[in-house]
């Protein structure tokens, strides 16, 4: 009985929830620190470097956690593969995409500072990627194998440990560099990503040798099969990545030809990107640990036919992206300038947070969505939609620019529409591609609790002259008790359906 509780999906989603929460917590003190340590100048270094950081590494994964679990998980039922030289080839294909991405940023950095983002203080910020690219692929690797296998805890703790290392040697080596410039003490800060990762590796290293890989004879092509898989996927991610590298570039670009100077444009570019972006979509790791857990759980069912098990998946995997979410959205729409003030020591952009605070509750079902399909083989699907989407993201940047009641805001709204649109098709095609239908009755008990939640805060607010931070806590009691109550947020039943589950 216990095994299989362990072994169930809701035990899994839970852990990587749970964890994720951690690293959330974490991350958002290192951010309040890093942020109040570097101030808006080294921040707007922090984050005009990092969309092409981003890129690098979205290119030298290769998506491989994604895909190398989607063949363990797989291959567990059919056996096509040896798991010992899946790792091998995923190491291989790695070391040589990330050869090839640390030539090409060597040979195009100036060009990318100087020319493209018109601030060659980003020189060595973008360089520090070169420690960081040769890791994430082979630690993806690993993830993807522990994932497949279920060992969900694994990788997990992997990304607790990369971000504890992060987080201290952000902190240590931004407090003692600080003295010497923002320049430098902003580059080591992003070096920091890279002792993170290191540690990680480590770590999946170590526990390798406790679950270790079969060795099954096969006369299947592992790294054809990883790079048929991976491409379509990378390419996904590419073009995301190509996007969000462009936005500072095209941004910076169009409102300098308007007359505007280079400190306001990235001012006004970090508020959005550094503080309101990242507040209104901090339930993200939610969804994003659904992702994880989702993938292996539903690429067997559907290997296996057994479309009963998979609904039953997409449901639990949307009640725990909604309910949470809603939650967070609520009390970020009650506390707008508490929340931002508590995270990151400022009130700019709290404008933004009251106003988009329940537009991004669809957002969460992105990454769940996005999973499945991946699971069952769509990737070229996705790839397309993310093309179009990102497309259409460059475009409503310009176009919006130029609209005198937008002007500088025209990012985060191109940003917003981009976003709801894509995850509005991406979970269209779910439904269309796996028949699955959305339990009417719960989407009108979550709207009821939510309402009544808002409602509560609202009052609670004006007669109870208490810290912000206690009401939060108050009403998220309630909206929690009730979201069980009313079967809105069912934990019993997941644990209940091992059958489904295991």
């Known amino acids: 009985m216990k095994k299989d ?67 363990v998980s797989e291959n567990a039922k059919t056996h096509n593969y040896s798991e010992k030289r899946l790792i091998k080839q995923g190491f291989l294909l790695s070391t040589i995409i990330s050869i090839i991405t640390i030539i090409g940023l060597l040979v195009s950095i100036n060009i990318i500072t100087s020319k493209w983002l018109n601030n060659e203080n980003l020189l060595y910020p973008i360089l520090s990627a070169i420690f960081l690219i040769p890791l994430v692929g082979l630690t993806d690797t690993l993830k993807g194998f522990f994932n497949g296998r279920k060992q969900v805890k694994v990788p997990a703790l992997a990304s607790f440990i990369e971000q504890i290392f992060r987080i201290l040697f952000s902190i240590v080596l931004i407090y003692v560099l600080l003295p010497y410039g923002v320049i430098l003490a902003t580059t080591f800060s992003l070096i920091a990503l890279s ?52 936005e500072p570039i095209i941004y910076t670009t169009i409102f300098i030809n308007l007359g505007y100077n280079q400190t306001t444009i990235e001012t006004k570019y970090t508020i959005i990107n550094a503080y309101t972006i ?38 639990k995997a949307f009640q725990f992206a909604l309910v949470p979410g809603i939650l967070i959205s609520i009390l970020l729409f009650l506390f707008p300038v508490d929340y931002m003030k508590l995270i990151y020591g400022t009130n700019l952009g ?107 805060g609202q009052y609670f607010k004006v007669i109870l002259p208490i810290n912000f931070f206690l009401i939060s806590v108050f009403i998220s009691i309630i909206y929690l008790t009730l979201s069980i109550y009313f079967k809105t947020f069912e934990i019993k039943s997941i644990s209940r359906n091992k059958k489904a589950s295991t």
Request: charged content about 15%; aromatic content about 12%.
């Open 350 to 456: 709290t404008e933004y947070i009251k106003k988009f605070a329940f537009i991004f509750i669809i957002y969460y079902l992105q990454a769940p969505a996005s999973a499945i399909l991946q699971a069952i083989g769509r990737q070229k699907t996705i790839f397309l939609v993310s093309t179009i989407m990102n497309i259409l993201k460059i475009v409503l940047i310009v176009i919006l620019s130029y609209i005198s009641s937008i002007n500088l805001d025209s990012i985060l709204y191109a940003i917003i529409i981009s976003a709801l649109i894509s995850t509005i098709i991406i979970v269209t095609l779910v439904i269309k591609q796996l028949k699955y239908k959305f339990n009417l009755k719960n989407l009108v008990n979550i709207l009821l609790i939510s309402i009544i939640t808002v409602c509560l």
């Open 278 to 315: 990242p507040l209104l979509t901090s339930a993200s790791f939610l969804s994003i640990g659904l992702s994880t857990a989702l993938i292996p759980h539903i690429s067997e069912n559907y290997a296996l036919k057994d479309y009963r098990k998979i609904n039953y998946y997409i449901e």
């Open 5 to 71: 509780f362990v072994n169930s999906f809701f035990y899994k989603t839970l852990f990587i929830v749970t964890t994720g929460l951690m690293i959330k917590v974490l991350g958002l003190l290192n951010k309040i620190i890093i942020t109040r340590l570097l101030g808006t100048a080294g921040m707007a270094l922090y984050i005009m470097a990092f969309p092409t950081i981003l890129l690098l590494i979205n290119i030298s994964s290769f998506s491989l956690n994604i895909t190398i679990s989607k063949i």
């Open 195 to 246: 002792i993170g990762e290191m540690a990680s590796l480590i770590y999946l290293l170590i526990k390798i040798k406790k679950y270790p890989p079969t060795d099954d004879d096969s006369n299947k092509n592992e790294l054809k099969t990883i790079f048929k898989l991976s491409f379509p996927a990378t390419l996904t991610r590419i073009i995301g990545s190509i996007t969000y590298f462009l």
